[in-house]
């Protein structure tokens, strides 16, 4: 199957006119109920996030950071699946999901923590501030797993199925085109179907991974690869927030009512590079990049809601309220302070535990016999 052939959901064209494919019919009733303040809350959220990662990315240039991955261009899939989920979901994201993040209460100064290495995991999963948001992972592929395994523990466990909508758990996890080449991404998909864990498989195809592009990977739709699991799967614009959402809600909804897991690949684009340590102009060309730059979700989004009426006054409010989001990352980042070197002994076990709390103990000692206590 070719790409042409894969259907594709998508609600608004490239110049933000609500014009739905053939394949988003059955979301149009969903996407109808969306409320004007929802659909201005899809716009800051994207339009925030954006300004966020742009001044990560020009602290990393500072070297305030150590590294940074940029989300740019990706916005709208995040924002329409991190809105979709409901707030007894947990997410599993794998290190760029900085818009879904945010939208579950995570501070974005935590993920700058893990950047700059000053914390081994950047916040608590398990406080309720962070909205069941898992943390980070840069080991390709491994966040999956340990999705899929959380999943079938709440089949297990009677959390999911029950008919129950607000009470009923579902997972979604995140993961891009160079991790679905991944063995543990297919090892996940064996469980997930096997024991029908409430998972949703979110793959955001920003065409590259690293420098290998999709076409390198795989012959056919990236969307096929969970299809041939018997996983239901559904290909969207993912530079359309509307379509984004839609699906996700969907995805997420039937996955938590006991139908099994689901499969969602969003297609976008990276518009950034990998991480602040790449340098895509080495491995691809500026006629790509401006062809989809031209589908940029912020702008879309923008185009959408001006044709329904919002106004100067509001856009300008975002971009506000965008720009202090900002100027606050920057403040608190140049504030981050080391870590105390207790937190090396801290996390090991979750009980206390004899053998570290020797260690520890031999550590303040070694350091108070040193003249002056250093």
């Known amino acids: 199957m070719t790409t042409s052939e894969t259907p594709l959901v998508q609600v608004l064209d490239a110049s933000g006119r ?4 053939a394949s988003a019919e059955r979301y149009l009733p969903l996407i109808e109920k969306i409320s004007d303040a929802e659909l201005e809350q899809f716009y800051r959220d994207m339009v925030s996030i954006r300004a966020i990662d742009t001044q990560a990315t020009n602290l990393q240039r500072q070297g305030q950071l150590a590294l ?11 924002v329409g699946s991190g809105r979709a989920a409901r ?15 945010r939208i579950r209460g995570v501070d974005p100064v935590d993920i700058i923590k893990l950047m700059r290495g000053v914390s081994h995991g950047g916040w608590d999963p398990t406080d309720p501030k962070n909205g069941n948001t898992r943390l980070y992972t840069l080991v390709l592929g491994s966040q999956v797993l340990h999705a899929t395994g959380y999943a079938m523990g709440l089949a297990f466990d009677g959390r999911s199925g029950t008919g129950e909508v607000d009470r009923d758990e579902a997972v979604i996890v995140y993961y891009g085109d160079g991790a679905s080449s991944q063995g543990d ?5 064996v469980f997930a179907a096997s024991y029908q864990a409430p998972t949703v498989f979110f793959l955001q195809n920003n065409h590259w991974a690293i420098s290998v592009p999709v076409s390198t990977q795989s012959r056919v739709p990236l969307v096929e690869r969970s299809a041939g699991y018997g996983i239901p799967s559904v290909r969207v ?3 359309d927030v509307l379509a984004s959402y839609a699906v996700s809600r969907v995805a997420l909804d039937e996955a938590r009512s006991g139908e099994g897991p689901r499969a969602i690949e969003a297609v976008t ?7 602040t340590s790449d340098d895509p102009t080495k491995y691809r060309g500026s006629d790509e990049e401006e062809s989809w730059a031209r589908r940029d979700p912020i702008a879309r989004m923008r185009a959408f809601l001006s044709g329904k009426g919002a106004s100067d006054a509001f856009f300008a409010e975002v971009e506000a309220e965008a720009a202090d989001a900002a100027e606050d990352l920057r403040a608190h980042t140049v504030e981050l302070g080391p870590p105390s070197a207790d937190k090396m002994f801290d996390h090991v076990y979750s009980e206390p535990h004899p053998l570290i709390a020797e260690q520890k103990a031999w550590r303040a000692a070694y350091e108070a016999s040193f003249e002056g206590g250093n």
Do not use: K
């Open 269 to 275: 684009y990276r518009l950034g590079a990998h991480t």
């Open 18 to 21: 609500f014009a739905p494919s």
């Open 68 to 78: 940074w991955p940029p989300s740019r261009g990706q916005e709208a899939a995040q």
């Open 237 to 239: 614009d993912g530079n």
């Open 185 to 189: 991404v297919h090892e996940s998909m």
């Open 87 to 101: 707030a007894q979901d947990t997410i599993f994201p794998s290190y760029r999901e900085h818009a879904v993040t």
